[in-house]
């Protein structure tokens, strides 16, 4: 089916974007990643990848045009595919542009009924920070109503559906509204904030922001309010015992600040029995270094209380329910077990661990030998489409690491050119990273085959849903010492279950056994890995 590509919006202010250059014409063929065109915005000139493969089948904006945002840019698809409806479509949105200059005549009494946005004033819309964002959360604002701006400030961290990205503000001027309070979510382009001269009108501008954003979101329907005051402390009653509750927003999410949030997840502590003393209750760093846990002790009664608690699915979580449940539904999982002898690997980490500045870990060796692995099947390392199977000859591997809203899948780039020590590296930091919600969209895209070791928590084997578009993903399990066999003889060793995950319309099960083969070539003998 043809995917269109509308115009898109590159950065917060910008209403319109002009095409520089293109790369590609039209009859070319595109791959996700290729550079399509330059587009041209109100503050740079900026690259604009494809995100889909097929034959670029239309450009709607030649070289040098001008277009507003959303304004179809191109169409891509399969080879000779009918694109006429999707042409048509953009007839109607074209009349009315035209006919709309027809308004202006209108008596004055209608001109006047729509509010003017004052001069000094500026929008900030919710900003489109991933090709796949539909809405965003906002985590935390850095500044209050009131607090100067300026340009390269940061203004809030948002949650998007793949990170948590700190936004910044690219005006200088005065806070003078938040329409987007900390823990609510609201679709792209609704109101998050207005910044402006300090003697601005509010009023009006918050009446022009609501008629300048179409879409009835959440923003919009509190643009007619006065900015929403943080929720007071209040206080929980047991056993005529009064404690103070931390302050939480309307959705029950309590409010912290991103520093709080990691300490207290490094302590253990739960954030919900920390009471706040930052800024209408939040809780920052000072709350959590001095915290002592003696709270929850007044909630408790002889005879025991049912607690529940209700947690807003973050945007992390709606789109792992979304892409997992697409994957399980639509590719055709099998699965093969294989048990390795670790023996080998084991004093293969302790002689590589002995020279000095260096450390690696099984999962290390696991990755490299995967790597190298799929180098030698391709069909493993490929992706499914309804008319062809792209192998790839390059190895990007997915690497799962378990954060609080779900999992991410950061991805370690040529994986099987890296030595183990790079691996380690990148894999790390990458971890680190994700906890901190601080990864980059561009760094969890384009794997093409995914691991999941669940083996440092103990777990011995497990299945997994395949991380899709790949065809396949591993998963490898907890080193476990028990009774061997070997020369026939009943022996003390050390084994590891891995089972992978297949997509049935792409890797037989004959090549998938194939591939674990080799894989257990490597790992049983990781020397060779070197060589």
Same mark, same amino acid.
């Given at each position: 089916?043809?995917?269109?590509?509308?115009?898109?919006?590159?950065?917060?202010?910008?209403?319109?974007?002009?095409?520089?250059?293109?790369?590609? @014409? /039209?009859?070319?063929?595109?791959? $996700? *990643? =290729? &550079?399509? %065109?330059? #587009?041209?915005?109100? !503050? +740079?000139?900026?690259?604009?990848?494809?995100?889909?493969?097929?034959?670029?089948?239309?450009?709607?904006?030649?070289?040098?045009?001008?277009?507003?945002?959303?304004?179809?840019?191109?169409?891509?698809?399969?080879?000779?595919?009918?694109?006429?409806?999707?042409?048509?479509?953009?007839?109607?949105?074209?009349?009315?542009?035209?006919?709309?200059?027809?308004?202006?005549?209108?008596?004055?009494?209608?001109?006047?009924?729509?509010?003017?946005?004052?001069?000094?004033?500026?929008?900030?819309?919710?900003?489109?920070?991933?090709?796949?964002?539909?809405?965003?959360?906002?985590?935390?604002?850095?500044? @209050? /109503?009131?607090?100067?701006?300026? $340009? *390269? =400030? &940061?203004? %809030?961290? #948002?949650?998007?559906? !793949? +990170?948590?990205?700190?936004?910044?503000?690219?005006?200088?001027?005065?806070?003078?509204?938040?329409?987007?309070?900390?823990?609510?979510?609201?679709?792209?382009?609704?109101?998050?904030?207005?910044?402006?001269?300090?003697?601005?009108?509010?009023?009006?501008?918050?009446?022009?922001?609501?008629?300048?954003?179409?879409?009835?979101?959440?923003?919009?329907?509190?643009?007619?309010?006065?900015?929403?005051?943080?929720?007071?402390?209040?206080?929980?009653?047991?056993?005529?015992?009064?404690?103070?509750?931390?302050?939480?927003?309307?959705?029950?999410?309590?409010?912290?600040?991103?520093?709080?949030?990691?300490?207290?997840?490094?302590?253990?502590?739960?954030?919900?029995?920390?009471?706040?003393?930052?800024?209408?209750?939040?809780?920052?760093?000072?709350?959590?270094?001095?915290?002592?846990?003696?709270?929850?002790?007044?909630?408790?009664?002889?005879?025991?209380?049912?607690?529940?608690?209700?947690?807003?699915?973050?945007?992390?979580?709606?789109?792992?329910?979304?892409?997992?449940?697409?994957?399980?539904?639509?590719?055709?999982?099998?699965?093969?077990?294989?048990?390795?002898?670790?023996?080998?690997?084991?004093?293969?980490?302790?002689?590589?661990?002995?020279?000095?500045?260096?450390?690696?870990?099984?999962?290390?060796?696991?990755?490299?030998?995967?790597?190298?692995?799929?180098?030698?099947?391709?069909?493993?390392?490929?992706?499914?489409?309804?008319?062809?199977?792209?192998?790839?000859?390059?190895?990007?591997?997915?690497?799962?690491?378990?954060?609080?809203?779900?999992?991410?899948?950061?991805?370690?780039?040529?994986?099987?050119?890296?030595?183990?020590?790079?691996?380690?590296?990148?894999?790390?930091?990458?971890?680190?990273?994700?906890?901190?919600?601080?990864?980059?969209?561009?760094?969890?895209?384009?794997?093409?085959?995914?691991?999941?070791?669940?083996?440092?928590?103990?777990?011995?084997?497990?299945?997994?849903?395949?991380?899709?578009?790949?065809?396949?993903?591993?998963?490898?399990?907890?080193?476990?010492?028990?009774?061997?066999?070997?020369?026939?003889?009943?022996?003390?060793?050390?084994?590891?279950?891995?089972?992978?995950?297949?997509?049935?319309?792409?890797?037989?099960?004959?090549?998938?056994?194939?591939?674990?083969?080799?894989?257990?070539?490597?790992?049983?003998?990781?020397?060779?890995?070197?060589?």
């Amino acid at each position: 089916m043809a995917e269109v590509i509308n115009m898109p919006r590159l950065s917060d202010t910008m209403e319109e974007g002009t095409v520089a250059t293109w790369f590609k @014409k /039209v009859g070319d063929t595109v791959k $996700e *990643g =290729d &550079i399509l %065109a330059e #587009i041209e915005t109100d !503050k +740079a000139t900026m690259e604009f990848e494809a995100f889909y493969e097929g034959e670029l089948l239309h450009i709607g904006i030649g070289e040098g045009q001008t277009a507003p945002v959303d304004s179809l840019l191109a169409i891509i698809g399969k080879k000779g595919e009918d694109i006429s409806a999707h042409l048509a479509g953009t007839a109607a949105p074209t009349t009315e542009e035209v006919s709309a200059p027809a308004a202006v005549a209108a008596p004055a009494a209608s001109e006047t009924s729509t509010p003017v946005l004052p001069d000094n004033v500026k929008i900030i819309t919710m900003p489109r920070l991933s090709d796949t964002m539909e809405e965003g959360t906002v985590a935390s604002w850095l500044k @209050k /109503v009131g607090d100067t701006v300026s $340009e *390269g =400030d &940061i203004l %809030a961290e #948002i949650e998007t559906d !793949k +990170a948590t990205m700190e936004f910044e503000a690219f005006d200088n001027g005065t806070l003078l509204y938040i329409g987007i309070q900390e823990g609510e979510s609201a679709p792209v382009d609704s109101v998050l904030a207005i910044i402006g001269d300090k003697d601005a009108d509010v009023d009006q501008a918050v009446a022009a922001a609501s008629s300048k954003v179409s879409a009835p979101t959440k923003a919009v329907e509190q643009v007619e309010s006065a900015p929403v005051a943080p929720a007071p402390e209040v206080a929980a009653v047991t056993n005529s015992v009064a404690v103070a509750v931390p302050v939480q927003n309307t959705n029950g999410r309590v409010i912290a600040s991103p520093l709080a949030k990691r300490l207290a997840e490094e302590r253990g502590i739960q954030l919900a029995t920390v009471q706040g003393s930052g800024d209408g209750g939040r809780i920052i760093k000072r709350d959590i270094e001095n915290y002592q846990a003696t709270a929850s002790v007044a909630f408790a009664a002889p005879q025991g209380i049912e607690s529940v608690e209700e947690i807003a699915n973050s945007q992390m979580r709606k789109t792992i329910a979304k892409r997992l449940g697409a994957s399980k539904f639509t590719a055709p999982h099998y699965y093969l077990g294989v048990e390795f002898d670790m023996e080998n690997a084991m004093a293969f980490r302790s002689q590589y661990n002995a020279i000095p500045d260096t450390k690696i870990s099984f999962n290390d060796i696991v990755v490299k030998a995967t790597a190298l692995a799929l180098k030698q099947h391709p069909q493993v390392n490929s992706r499914w489409y309804d008319d062809k199977i792209v192998k790839h000859h390059h190895v990007h591997m997915g690497v799962a690491v378990a954060v609080e809203d779900g999992l991410v899948v950061p991805v370690v780039k040529f994986a099987d050119e890296l030595a183990l020590p790079q691996i380690g590296a990148q894999v790390r930091d990458f971890a680190g990273r994700a906890r901190d919600k601080k990864l980059t969209p561009a760094e969890m895209d384009g794997s093409t085959f995914t691991i999941s070791n669940l083996g440092m928590f103990g777990i011995e084997t497990f299945t997994s849903i395949i991380n899709q578009p790949n065809s396949a993903i591993l998963s490898v399990g907890a080193i476990v010492e028990k009774p061997v066999v070997k020369n026939g003889q009943i022996v003390v060793g050390h084994t590891m279950k891995l089972t992978l995950a297949c997509d049935h319309r792409s890797v037989d099960g004959a090549t998938g056994s194939l591939f674990l083969q080799t894989l257990k070539s490597y790992i049983e003998n990781p020397i060779t890995m070197l060589v």
